[in-house]
């Protein structure tokens, strides 16, 4: 089915590791963001692309970056892991304009 | 950011009513929605509500806006098994905010 896939699904890391999580829609959306998810707290938006070529802070980007690969991916790159990013990391995408979000599944993250 | 209020925990018996309930800072939203987070998954849309609008009824759903004192609702009536999920409200100015969830439990 179209939508936002998300790579990995689950994944444990050490302190001070980095990795990259993927994001890719086919859905032809001009806009995609990165949310992480914490109990009790909601949904908080890390960084978001309105469009192919630009990327903005959301409200709580530090300690990760992010690059607009193309119109369809757009990824979240954690380059010194802590426990205090153990979460749950979703990915959305909407067309330009449209405030109605399509969801990927999650990245569940546990750093250790 | 903005204020987006929910309670955490709401359980009913399977047949009865839900009724989650969102508050919300800033009036100045043009849409307010509700999504849907079953065990395991993304949020799903489930219904949204223009800022114009008091009420909206979409089959067992049904969205009431108070905008003077900036309260969302949505009713789900004859509450099944599989309507066990986490529910979040978003308001949207241009950027979305979004409720801390209430977790539904149904009671068979």
């Known amino acids: 089915n179209a939508g936002v896939t998300q790579t990995p699904k689950f994944q444990v890391l050490k302190t001070g590791q980095s990795m990259t999580l993927q994001c890719a829609q086919d859905?032809?959306?001009?806009?995609m963001y990165w949310y992480r998810q914490d109990p009790g707290m909601g949904l908080r938006l890390i960084y978001y692309?309105?469009?192919?070529?630009?990327?903005d802070k959301g409200e709580v980007p530090n300690g990760y970056n992010v690059s607009r690969l193309n119109k369809r991916e757009f990824s979240l790159r954690l380059e010194s892991a802590a426990p205090s990013q153990t979460s749950v990391y979703f990915c959305?995408?909407?067309?330009?304009?449209?405030?109605?979000?399509?969801f990927g599944s999650g990245t569940r993250l546990t750093v250790v | 950011g903005e204020d987006v209020e929910q309670s955490l925990f709401l359980s009913v018996r399977e047949g009865d009513s839900s009724v989650i309930n969102c508050t919300y800072t800033d009036s100045s939203s043009t849409y307010l929605y509700w999504y849907k987070q079953e065990p395991g998954a993304g949020l799903q849309l489930l219904t949204y509500i223009f800022s114009n609008m008091d009420m909206k009824q979409d089959q067992r759903l049904t969205v009431l806006l108070n905008k003077k004192d900036k309260h969302l609702s949505l009713r789900i009536a004859d509450t099944q098994t599989g309507d066990s999920a986490i529910y979040f409200c978003a308001e949207s100015t241009g950027q979305f905010y979004f409720g801390t969830g209430t977790s539904l439990t149904v009671i068979p």
């Open positions: 959305a995408s909407s067309l330009a304009g449209e405030s109605r979000y399509t």
């Open positions: 692309s309105a469009s192919e070529g630009t990327t």
């Open positions: 859905m032809n959306h001009n806009s």
